[in-house]
Each structure stands twice: as C-alpha cells, then as structure tokens.
C-alpha cells in the first residue's frame, strides 16, 4: 500500500515537472529574444534603449498587482491543473507576495534571481521557501488534500 502510494506520488511528480518543461520553453524563447535583439542592435546608439525594453517585456510575465494573479501564474495554474488557484483557496492566509515566490520557485528561478525580483535578501527566500513549504504541508494534512502534498513536494525539490 506504501509502496503503491510512493509510486503515485512519483508518477504524479514527473508528470508536474513534464509540465513546467513548457514554462521552461518560454523562458528560452525570451532569452532567444533578447539575445536576438542584442545581435540587431550592435553598434546601434539606442541599443541599452531597445535591450531594456525588451528585458521589461520579459519581465512582465513575472509582474503582479495586488489580488490578480501575474502571467506567470497564469501560466503556471494552466499548466499544472489549477495548482495556484488551489493554493489561493486551500492554503489560509497566503499572501500575494507568498504567491508570487511560489510562482518563482515552481518556475524554477534560483534564489538569487527571486531575491532580485523582490528586492528581499536571499536568506529570506531560503527561509520564504521553507516557511512555505510547511504551510502547504499543513495545509495538506488537515484537509488531507494529495494534491497539495503534490505542490509542496514540487515547490521543495
């Protein structure tokens, strides 16, 4: 029964990560973009101008307003069936800032890119992480939820 579970659990878990390979996918598209950019632009006088707004761009899969979900998230609920919608209505208390690290670390950003991203040091994500981590769990065990064992599994690995 253990075993049958562990192996559930597993399958589920690669088949989340096969998913995130497509949030993968668009980050090498942007990275393509700016490096296509950067190779138009040589030389150029407005090349900084045209390099910073294409890496705003980028950024604004990444950007959110309060209460509404970013595209990244947008993407990341699409993609992993309902996993950030599931956290908003399962998850007590999270708040948007909780959100978006667990946006960043199901993307797979590392922590000093999320640091960067929201200007906090990055012990903090290393603790946001595994704060985070616990809630779900908790979360997890007192609704006896699977799927988000799931997520927290995702967001720690």
Do not use: W
Not at 23 to 35: G, I, M, V, Y
Not at 43 to 56: A, F, L, N, P, Q
């Amino acid at each position: 029964e253990s075993l049958n579970r562990a192996m559930k659990e597993n399958d589920k878990l690669e088949e989340l990560r096969g998913k995130s390979m497509k949030l993968f996918k668009s980050q090498f598209a942007a990275l393509r973009d700016l490096c296509e950019t950067n190779t138009f632009y040589a030389g150029r006088k407005d090349k900084y101008r045209k390099i910073m707004s294409t890496v705003r761009d980028i950024l604004s899969v990444v950007n959110t307003t309060e209460g509404k979900p970013s595209e990244l998230e947008k993407i990341i609920d699409r993609d992993l069936d309902g996993a950030m919608m599931t956290l908003r209505n399962e998850v007590p208390r999270l708040k948007e800032s909780d959100l978006v690290a667990i946006s960043f670390f199901i993307a797979g950003f590392d922590a000093v890119l999320i640091s960067r991203l929201m200007e906090i040091d990055t012990t903090k994500v290393y603790r946001m992480k595994h704060r985070l981590v616990e809630r779900i769990n908790a979360a997890a065990e007192k609704k006896n939820n699977e799927f988000l064992r799931e997520i927290a599994g995702f967001i720690k690995s």
